[in-house]
């Protein structure tokens, strides 16, 4: 079955600063690649997915990237605000009716002032 | 649009006694899933319906768990006996199959088992 990997588990950047998730996967047959934001005792939120048919993906201030090739995918978040303080879950499925999301083990992401 | 609703949202019950949670997703929404959310990580699939048929169950401890959605609309998740380590928030998403895979996710219900 599909594995994730995410990295960092836990992050800090200064207001302003630029931060960074990284994801990789192990089915080559993965093709949708969503990112989920879970404040505390909250639900996850989509906030970006990405399929397999483009490289990158931007909406405001983030971004994800993907290389098929290499099998990893990244979140990046611009010019962050202390409202970006979150936990972030990468994700991988195969499209079909078995769409089956594997997440990863989450990043915790912290933005101080 | 409403969203996925949930209940309980809490949940405190002794080890070995059983536990039902409710779950009604986005109107028109054909596809439904369950996930353990257990403290520090990630979201595990548990049980995932289409329509109201078993797609995939794999990661389901049959021996306690079970699941249900009759009529293709609610759905409901039991536990029983439960385990201490069933602890977790249980999490009910839903998507509208062949419009992309988006899974909206309910609120979920916060399970604790002393």
């Known amino acids: 079955g599909e594995n994730v990997e995410q990295h960092p588990s836990t992050l800090s950047v200064q207001e302003g600063d630029s931060a960074v998730i990284k994801c990789t996967y192990s089915?080559?047959?993965?093709?949708?690649f969503p990112w989920y934001k879970q404040e505390l005792g909250k639900r996850p939120q989509l906030i970006i997915d990405?399929?397999?048919?483009?490289g990158e993906k931007k909406d405001q201030r983030i971004a994800v990237t993907l290389n098929k090739t290499a099998k990893h995918f990244s979140l990046h978040i611009t010019e962050t605000q202390p409202e970006d303080s979150a936990v972030y879950f990468c994700?991988?499925?195969?499209?079909?009716?078995?769409?089956?999301?594997?997440f990863g083990t989450g990043t915790r992401l912290q933005v101080t002032l | 649009e409403a969203g996925v609703a949930q209940s309980p949202r809490y949940k405190i019950i002794e080890k070995r006694q059983s536990v039902a949670f409710w779950c009604n997703p986005i109107?028109?929404?054909?596809?439904l899933y369950w996930y353990q959310q257990i403290l520090g990580q990630g979201p595990k699939l548990l049980i995932q319906?289409?329509?109201?048929?078993?797609?995939?169950d794999s990661q389901l401890p049959k021996d306690r768990f079970s699941a249900e959605r009759l009529k293709g609309v609610d759905s409901t998740l039991k536990i029983q006996p439960a385990k201490l380590e069933d602890s977790a928030v249980y999490l009910c998403?839903?998507?509208?199959?062949?419009?992309?895979?988006?899974?909206?996710f309910g609120p979920g219900t916060r399970l604790t088992v002393t």
């Open positions: 998403a839903s998507s509208f199959a062949g419009r992309g895979h988006e899974q909206y």
């Open positions: 089915d080559s047959a993965s093709n949708y």
């Open positions: 990405i399929r397999s048919n483009v």
């Open positions: 994700a991988a499925s195969s499209t079909g009716t078995a769409s089956k999301l594997t």
């Open positions: 109107s028109g929404h054909a596809t």
């Open positions: 319906f289409q329509n109201n048929g078993v797609v995939d």
